[in-house]
């Protein structure tokens, strides 16, 4: 019989455990009688007692040890309080681990019924000094907190408390990616930077996870509040771990019960929630925030604007994300314009779809100031557009963001500095006030901003052309030549077959699963650029991603960095790709290995990278290696064949598959530019830049 509170892990954390795909244990589960039976779960998704599982994975072999991290991970999901409780637990412990080290050894030194005895004075000492009296941190001990501390406290040891507490965190918020809506890491860096320098005081009045506070510098006092009371406590817990600075946190909802009805900070930053209805309409007809006007029932979000520039000092900056739905519905044009006459709204920043949740719409920076009694209103309204500066999708996982938030923030800082910037069409400008204030009062910025120039005008059109031209040339080039039959010998397919997984076990080649975490300023591979065949563009995660957008995990271990001759693999999506890594960059030497995708490093004696890839990419090979969930289809590379040939041979097959890659190579560089020469055409035929002959 199992013992109560065992840890129980599903088949996708087996899978993470042993470092291999979901079809392996799904696999192992059919061809072995002796392994696990599940001991809770679902019949379609049933989880397994972990002691049970770590039992019959060193029995095959196929585990040495598991990696403290995931250890202390099971032991999260395992609590009692459910994962929440164990993280509030977890945190407010590390912040003992962080704040208070000298006493965290004396209480790890004792026995557990000791340590369990004595830690609550000493952690409530240490939240009441960063988070001040009533905070919303209510820890909870349960059975076994003992082990669960002592296990946190070695996993900080190794990688720091904040990284640890980043860590657990991250793995919660990707487990449930529906749960939560998140601030992405980037899109709040922005946020901070359009606040400005010398903040020391800030609010985020629907605070979430906290991302964007934690990504102010130099704070003194952080105020943050969530209707959650979950959310209030894993944020007032980041926060505190992030930094230095005094943490004010509360749980309740802030339009209806303001927890800091006399702040008067230097920024707001916030993401409120979109589209409600429910937002106390009825309650707060008469409430003094309304400066600008009383927001209809439709209008949540110019609520939320009002909340903040309510608790702003003079002359303090507000930043909020927001849906752009809000700069043009026409039941907000009054309080639009008042914000406008009164000078309090300063910027609209159009994001490329992608930068944040929901993650199909570009969504918009407003960008506010409180202003002084009596102070003149500027002139005009600053609007940015980034959508053209990312025309290849979602800004978070592209190089381009780097760009968006440059354009963004030099754009600002100019205006904020002078009151005006050079007009850069499709891009920026500073529109009257008095223009903008027409029957609708419509903020969105692409309408009011003169159209970009075809693309960067004729002489980028004829460098286009120049490029497709060589392009097409070298692609004729490449042309593979007329397909011949097999040799005497036959098909390949005819051949001696082995697996990767059986290269793997026999020491021919390595593989690994990327996770896209590190540290430093690598580039990130990702599954896109495979696909696609384009550079690294991804970035390396703080934390571990969660979803789509969602915020990443620290690096728990050792970086996974491509290098020339590795063999890089999607495991998810239903198209066979696979990249033989150069020594040119762009291939992606030197960059970290993203999630969902495997390394294969094979030893040059025995595998030749390119004959590896080739084969790998058989799309026969990838349908008998492929297992389809519910929403995606998964490969399982361990189970890829290719033939037992030997070096000479693989040799020439490589050079043919290296020679394919190339023309595929020129193929699709020769697709992006005719799109770009055809968009840029229409662009200047369109706007009277081009002359039709």
């Given at each position: 019989?199992l013992?109560?509170?065992?840890?129980?892990?599903?088949?996708?954390?087996?899978?993470?455990?042993a470092?291999?795909?979901?079809?392996?244990?799904?696999?192992?589960?059919?061809?072995h009688?002796?392994?696990?039976?599940?001991?809770?779960?679902?019949?379609?998704?049933?989880?397994?007692?972990?002691?049970?599982?770590e039992?019959?994975?060193?029995?095959?072999?196929?585990?040495a040890?598991?990696?403290?991290?995931?250890?202390?991970?099971?032991?999260?999901?395992?609590?009692?309080?459910?994962?929440v409780?164990?993280?509030?637990?977890?945190?407010?412990?590390l912040?003992?681990?962080?704040?208070?080290?000298?006493?965290?050894?004396?209480?790890?030194?004792?026995?557990?019924?000791?340590?369990?005895?004595?830690?609550?004075?000493?952690?409530?000492?240490?939240?009441?000094?960063?988070?001040?009296?009533?905070?919303?941190v209510?820890v909870?001990?349960?059975?076994?907190?003992?082990?669960?501390?002592?296990?946190v406290?070695?996993?900080?040891a190794?990688?720091?408390?904040?990284?640890?507490?980043?860590?657990?965190?991250?793995?919660?918020?990707?487990?449930?990616?529906?749960?939560?809506?998140?601030?992405?890491?980037?899109?709040?860096?922005?946020?901070?930077?359009?606040?400005?320098?010398?903040?020391?005081t800030?609010?985020?009045?629907?605070?979430?996870?906290?991302?964007?506070?934690?990504?102010?510098t130099?704070?003194?006092?952080?105020?943050?509040?969530?209707?959650?009371?979950?959310l209030?406590?894993?944020?007032?817990?980041?926060?505190?771990?992030?930094?230095?600075?005094?943490?004010?946190?509360?749980?309740?909802d802030?339009?209806?019960a303001?927890?800091?009805?006399?702040?008067?900070?230097?920024?707001?930053?916030?993401?409120?929630?979109?589209?409600e209805?429910?937002?106390?309409?009825?309650?707060?007809?008469?409430?003094?925030?309304?400066?600008?006007?009383?927001?209809?029932?439709?209008?949540?979000?110019?609520a939320?604007?009002?909340h903040?520039?309510?608790?702003?000092?003079?002359?303090g900056?507000?930043?909020?994300?927001?849906p752009p739905?809000?700069a043009?519905?026409?039941?907000?044009?009054?309080?639009?314009?008042?914000?406008l006459?009164?000078?309090?709204?300063?910027?609209v920043?159009?994001?490329?779809?992608?930068?944040?949740?929901?993650?199909?719409?570009?969504?918009?920076?407003?960008?506010?100031?409180?202003p002084?009694?009596?102070?003149?209103?500027?002139?005009?309204?600053?609007?940015?557009d980034?959508?053209?500066?990312?025309?290849?999708?979602p800004?978070?996982?592209?190089?381009?963001?780097?760009?968006?938030?440059?354009?963004?923030l030099?754009?600002?800082?100019?205006?904020?500095?002078?009151?005006?910037?050079?007009?850069?069409?499709?891009?920026?400008?500073?529109?009257?006030?008095?223009?903008?204030?027409?029957?609708?009062?419509?903020?969105?910025?692409?309408?009011?901003?003169?159209?970009?120039?075809a693309?960067?005008?004729?002489?980028?059109?004829?460098?286009?052309?120049?490029?497709?031209?060589?392009?097409?040339?070298?692609?004729?080039r490449?042309?593979?030549?007329?397909?011949?039959?097999?040799?005497?010998?036959?098909?390949a397919?005819?051949?001696?077959?082995?697996?990767?997984?059986?290269?793997?076990?026999?020491?021919?080649?390595?593989?690994?699963?990327?996770?896209?975490t590190g540290?430093?300023?690598?580039?990130?591979?990702t599954?896109?650029d495979?696909?696609?065949?384009?550079?690294?563009?991804?970035?390396?995660?703080?934390?571990?991603?969660?979803?789509?957008?969602?915020?990443?995990?620290?690096?728990?271990?050792?970086?996974l960095?491509?290098?020339?001759?590795?063999?890089?693999?999607?495991?998810?999506?239903?198209?066979?790709a696979?990249?033989?890594?150069?020594?040119?960059?762009?291939?992606?030497?030197?960059a970290?290995?993203?999630?969902?995708?495997?390394l294969?490093?094979p030893?040059?004696?025995?595998l030749?990278?390119?004959?590896?890839?080739?084969?790998?990419?058989?799309t026969?090979?990838?349908?008998?290696?492929?297992?389809?969930?519910?929403?995606?289809?998964?490969?399982d590379?361990r189970?890829?064949?290719?033939?037992?040939?030997?070096?000479?041979?693989?040799?020439?097959?490589?050079?043919?598959?290296?020679?394919?890659?190339?023309?595929e190579?020129?193929?699709?560089?020769?697709?992006?530019?005719?799109?770009?020469?055809?968009?840029?055409?229409?662009?200047?035929?369109?706007?009277?830049?081009v002359t039709?002959r």
């Amino acid at each position: 019989m199992l013992e109560e509170n065992v840890p129980e892990v599903t088949a996708a954390e087996i899978a993470r455990l042993a470092g291999v795909g979901r079809a392996a244990v799904s696999n192992w589960r059919r061809r072995h009688p002796d392994f696990p039976k599940p001991v809770g779960g679902t019949e379609t998704s049933p989880s397994f007692a972990l002691p049970e599982v770590e039992a019959w994975l060193r029995a095959q072999g196929k585990l040495a040890e598991v990696p403290l991290r995931e250890r202390v991970w099971q032991q999260i999901t395992a609590h009692p309080g459910g994962a929440v409780a164990a993280l509030v637990e977890a945190g407010a412990a590390l912040l003992v681990v962080r704040d208070r080290p000298a006493q965290w050894l004396e209480l790890a030194a004792l026995p557990d019924d000791r340590l369990a005895e004595r830690l609550p004075a000493v952690r409530d000492e240490a939240l009441a000094a960063r988070l001040g009296a009533g905070h919303p941190v209510a820890v909870r001990p349960a059975a076994g907190s003992p082990a669960l501390l002592r296990a946190v406290a070695e996993l900080a040891a190794g990688l720091g408390a904040r990284q640890a507490f980043e860590f657990l965190l991250g793995r919660h918020l990707e487990a449930n990616p529906r749960q939560y809506t998140l601030t992405p890491d980037g899109c709040a860096e922005l946020m901070a930077g359009l606040a400005g320098p010398g903040v020391r005081t800030a609010l985020d009045p629907a605070c979430g996870t906290g991302s964007p506070l934690r990504a102010l510098t130099g704070a003194a006092v952080l105020h943050a509040q969530d209707a959650s009371p979950e959310l209030a406590a894993l944020a007032a817990l980041r926060l505190a771990l992030h930094g230095s600075a005094q943490i004010r946190a509360a749980a309740a909802d802030s339009l209806r019960a303001d927890a800091f009805p006399d702040a008067a900070v230097d920024a707001v930053l916030c993401h409120p929630p979109f589209n409600e209805r429910n937002w106390g309409h009825e309650e707060l007809a008469y409430d003094p925030r309304w400066e600008y006007g009383f927001p209809a029932r439709t209008e949540s979000e110019l609520a939320w604007i009002q909340h903040a520039l309510a608790r702003l000092r003079e002359g303090g900056t507000a930043v909020l994300l927001m849906p752009p739905a809000a700069a043009a519905r026409r039941s907000g044009r009054r309080i639009r314009a008042d914000l406008l006459r009164r000078g309090a709204l300063r910027a609209v920043v159009s994001l490329p779809a992608g930068a944040a949740p929901p993650y199909g719409i570009p969504l918009q920076l407003w960008v506010l100031r409180r202003p002084a009694p009596g102070g003149a209103a500027p002139a005009g309204l600053l609007l940015v557009d980034t959508a053209g500066l990312d025309p290849d999708g979602p800004a978070q996982a592209r190089a381009a963001w780097t760009d968006v938030r440059d354009a963004v923030l030099g754009t600002w800082t100019a205006y904020d500095r002078t009151g005006a910037t050079p007009e850069t069409p499709g891009v920026s400008r500073v529109v009257p006030v008095i223009e903008l204030l027409d029957d609708d009062v419509d903020l969105t910025p692409a309408r009011h901003l003169p159209p970009p120039a075809a693309r960067g005008g004729l002489a980028e059109l004829a460098a286009v052309r120049e490029r497709l031209d060589a392009t097409l040339a070298r692609a004729a080039r490449l042309t593979p030549p007329p397909a011949s039959p097999a040799g005497p010998a036959g098909p390949a397919a005819s051949l001696p077959q082995t697996t990767v997984g059986e290269l793997a076990r026999a020491g021919a080649l390595l593989l690994r699963a990327g996770t896209g975490t590190g540290s430093g300023e690598l580039p990130v591979l990702t599954e896109y650029d495979v696909y696609a065949g384009t550079a690294p563009s991804g970035t390396v995660a703080a934390t571990a991603p969660a979803g789509s957008g969602a915020t990443a995990a620290p690096d728990t271990g050792e970086t996974l960095v491509a290098e020339p001759g590795d063999v890089v693999v999607p495991v998810v999506g239903a198209l066979s790709a696979a990249r033989v890594v150069t020594e040119d960059p762009a291939s992606g030497a030197g960059a970290v290995i993203g999630r969902n995708l495997q390394l294969l490093r094979p030893d040059p004696a025995a595998l030749d990278p390119w004959f590896l890839a080739g084969f790998l990419r058989g799309t026969a090979n990838t349908r008998r290696a492929s297992s389809h969930a519910s929403t995606a289809t998964r490969l399982d590379v361990r189970r890829l064949q290719l033939p037992r040939l030997p070096p000479a041979e693989q040799r020439r097959y490589g050079a043919r598959f290296r020679a394919l890659a190339e023309f595929e190579d020129a193929l699709r560089l020769a697709g992006r530019l005719g799109e770009q020469l055809v968009q840029g055409m229409y662009d200047g035929l369109s706007d009277g830049s081009v002359t039709p002959r």
